[in-house]
């Protein structure tokens, strides 16, 4: 299929709005230039017309302790930056980095930019979504690949990616 079909959700579906039809939950789909080049969360929330505070953007945080390597997907706001320490101690680790975007890519399947957690549903990774989403009713997450975006209820994302509220900014 080419990728410019890809990009248009009435003609193909995402594994991520797939996953959210079957459980009947409701969900808006938004869809922007992927290859339109932006640098900041800002510029990344203004092409889908949501505020910064509400886009959440899916990293990929792997652990340091090889007994529970279980790699985690962590949302966070996108104009939020992760604070790896608070993390760490919020999971009860001594340390935890971010993985590469070559880690990333290769663990999720996904790039850059459009992992997703409800793309990634029973792959082994622990789902953890910043404490600040609890203040919101909705976010918007991405759909599982670049330029398409899903504006979703915050329970139910939580609800289907079994996601944890932890400390993971500071603020």
Do not use: C, W
Not at 16 to 21: K, S, T
Not at 52 to 70: F, H, I, N, W
Not at 91 to 107: D, F, N
Request: hydrophobic share 50%.
């Amino acid at each position: 299929m080419h990728a410019a079909v890809m990009a248009k959700s009435t003609t193909a579906k995402t594994q991520a709005m797939r996953v959210l039809d079957a459980r009947k939950i409701a969900y808006v789909t938004s869809e922007y230039d992927a290859s339109r080049e932006f640098h900041s969360a800002e510029e990344a929330a203004a092409l889908i017309g949501a505020p910064a505070t509400e886009v959440y953007k899916t990293l990929v945080v792997l652990r340091d302790t090889p007994a529970r390597a279980k790699p985690m997907l962590v949302m966070v706001a996108s104009d939020r930056e992760i604070d790896l320490r608070l993390l760490a101690k919020a999971v009860g680790e001594k340390k935890v980095r971010m993985a590469t975007q070559r880690e990333a890519e290769t663990l999720t399947g996904l790039q850059v930019g459009g992992i997703s957690a409800l793309a990634l549903l029973n792959r082994n990774f622990e789902v953890l979504i910043d404490a600040a989403a609890r203040t919101l009713a909705r976010v918007h997450i991405s759909a599982g690949v670049r330029g398409i975006d899903l504006e979703i209820a915050v329970g139910d994302l939580v609800a289907v990616t079994d996601a944890t509220f932890v400390a993971a900014t500071a603020g």
